[in-house]
């Protein structure tokens, strides 16, 4: 009996991942979906009366650094076992990577992670995953940002997800600088502002799918953090 039950069970979730990866590869992302983070701010920021961030794609790059601090450890992000990155690591770690200037780091004055074995395009994972309470929206609405910086990936191309939002009060101009002026790419993931169409990091496949289905049911997590 317990036996039919299982194999009964394990037909169930072999088709819902095969609908999954079918569903999956549907998804094609075009352009960058950190871009498109940004657009999604910076629409909510002016619709109310909050200041238009400047896109700083040396910020961003530092986003995608922090996000890679995880290893991919989606229960790291949020609730009991939440981590951090320790701030030494910006000017240690993160910006040489970056090929960002150390010398020209700026405050950063508020931060959103999010990570969830659901890929969702930038609106939702603004309005599901980042935005969740009054704290989030009052780092959002802060006055106190002059600039941003998002980043997107999944890990090793697949589920979970990870998105990063930086924000700082630096000047556009001259904060985040790149050693050599232009933006180093790094790979896998995508950041904001650096006009790079990044879409390679989402043509997962249907067996992802599947991986995903058997490992994880849901997990979202975030946090909202100022300065
Ligand atoms: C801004 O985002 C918040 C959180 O998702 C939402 O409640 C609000 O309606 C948005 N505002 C606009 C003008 O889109
Ligand atoms: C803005 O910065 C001030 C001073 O650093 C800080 O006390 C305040 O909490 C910040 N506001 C937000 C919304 O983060
Ligand atoms: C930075 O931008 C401001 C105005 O946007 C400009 O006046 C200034 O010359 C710029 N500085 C540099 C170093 O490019």
New binding site residues.
């Given amino acids: 009996m317990a036996k039919t039950v299982w194999s009964l069970l394990a037909i169930f979730l072999f088709l819902q991942a095969a609908a999954t990866g079918a569903v999956n590869s549907q998804i094609k992302v075009t352009d960058n979906p950190a871009d498109k983070l940004v657009a999604a701010i910076n629409?909510?920021r002016t619709?109310?009366k909050s200041s238009n961030l400047f896109d700083n794609p040396g910020l961003a790059c530092l986003a995608l650094q922090y996000i890679k601090a995880y290893q991919g450890d989606c229960g790291a992000v949020g609730g009991a076992d939440a981590k951090k990155p320790p701030e030494s690591q910006f000017a240690e770690t993160f910006a040489p990577n970056c090929g960002v200037k150390a010398s020209t780091l700026a405050t950063i004055t508020g931060r959103f992670l999010g990570c969830q074995t659901k890929y969702v395009h930038a609106p939702e994972a603004?309005?599901e995953i980042l935005?969740k309470n009054q704290r989030s929206?009052d780092i959002l609405y802060s006055k106190n940002h002059t600039q941003v910086g998002a980043a997107v990936t999944g890990t090793d191309g697949g589920s979970p997800y990870f998105w990063c939002v930086l924000f700082s009060n630096g000047k556009p101009n001259s904060t985040f600088s790149f050693e050599d002026g232009v933006a180093k790419i790094t790979k896998p993931g995508c950041f904001s502002g650096a006009n790079d169409e990044c879409s390679g990091a989402y043509d997962w496949s249907q067996l992802g799918g599947i991986w995903l289905f058997a490992t994880t049911t849901l997990v979202a997590l975030s946090f909202a953090l100022a300065l």
Avoid: K
């Fill in positions: 629409e909510n619709a109310h603004f309005s935005i929206l």
